[in-house]
């Protein structure tokens, strides 16, 4: 055996040009995730407008941590699967599949009969009771709209429901996902199950100090995206920032010139409290403000449909 030195004649992937090359995905934590928004909602509930939407919002992201800890495992993503997806630059989680088969159902019943316990504006409770009274085929149409991030504005409150159980579901199965093994997918597609943002986030967190994180609406997960650059179209041209308050707010609005979208993007750098859907709903002024503009909402939450 030789004692010469051993080089590998592979750079290491981690490294570009001597700089850590940021994580591509950062998975959930799920417990932690809707306990965590749970107080944000409440905290907001305390200073905004629509504390009582806000505050049913915190009871039912502490249903969905309830749930997160307490359901039945969920199956993780077989490895076959997984390769795969790797392989075809596609994300491993199939949406499609979980809307048609599995149990989702069970999930949704199981956060219908919680729900039943909290407090709620009149229209979500009649929403609850429609849905409990729903049949199969009805929740699964409910379930396969979500989960196409396509919810018809006229019937938002039900879908609010089956979006919450769908978010319990595909943040369980994102977390047992392998992070490094995730490819990109398209600008402004997550990685793990092919949802759309929500929001994005130029975070604070040490290691990836003001790096931007797009936050997937449906399974949480956050993936990394320049930090100038359109989540609906790609482009990085033609691309201004609005906000409700002054320069120095924390919560903007990125408009794109070239498609006429927009997603608010939060500079958690500055507010690490800020929370990627809880304060979405928090900052409907913005919303209100992009409105007025004759702009297009490109960020999806089940939480604004209709609003
Ligand atoms: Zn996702
Ligand atoms: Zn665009």
């Known amino acids: 055996m030789s004692d010469a030195p051993q080089h590998d004649p592979q750079p290491d992937p981690s ?65 076959e699967v997984m390769a795969r997806a790797v392989q075809g630059g596609m ?16 999930t949704l019943q199981a956060l219908l009969d919680g729900a039943l316990a909290l407090e709620m504006p009149d229209a979500a409770r009649g929403a609850l009771e429609a849905v409990l009274a729903a049949d199969a085929r009805d929740r699964r149409w409910l379930l396969g709209n979500v989960l196409a991030d396509d919810i018809p504005a006229d019937s938002a409150a039900p879908h609010l429901f089956a979006a919450a159980a769908a978010q319990v579901h595909l943040a369980r199965i994102a977390a047992g996902l392998d992070a490094l093994a995730l490819v990109p997918v398209a600008v402004g597609v ?37 930090r100038v650059k359109c989540l609906c179209c790609g482009s990085n041209k033609g691309l201004s920032y609005r906000s409700v308050g002054t320069d120095e707010a924390t919560v903007k609005a990125e408009t794109c010139r070239e498609c006429g979208a927009w997603v608010k993007i939060f500079y958690q750098v500055k507010n690490p409290s800020l929370d990627p859907v809880a304060d979405d ?21 089940p939480f604004l449909v209709g609003y």
């Open 15 to 79: 490294l570009i040009g001597g700089v850590p090359k940021p994580p591509l995905a950062l998975l959930p934590d799920p417990v932690a995730l809707f306990q965590g928004r749970a107080r944000r909602f409440a905290f907001l509930a305390d200073s905004n407008e629509l504390a009582p939407y806000l505050r049913f919002l915190a009871e039912l992201s502490r249903l969905q941590a309830r749930l997160a800890a307490t359901l039945p495992a969920v199956a993780p993503v077989p490895a």
């Open 190 to 226: 997550c990685p793990a199950c092919g949802g759309r943002p929500c929001t994005s986030s130029v975070v604070g967190r040490g290691d990836i100090e003001n790096l931007r994180y797009a936050s997937c609406a449906g399974c949480a997960t956050q993936w990394n995206e320049v």
């Open 281 to 301: 709903v928090g900052s409907l002024g913005l919303d209100i403000l992009m409105r007025d503009a004759g702009v297009r909402r490109g960020g999806f939450s």
């Open 91 to 106: 994300p491993p989680i199939d949406r499609k599949a979980l809307a048609e088969d599995g149990p989702l159902p069970d």
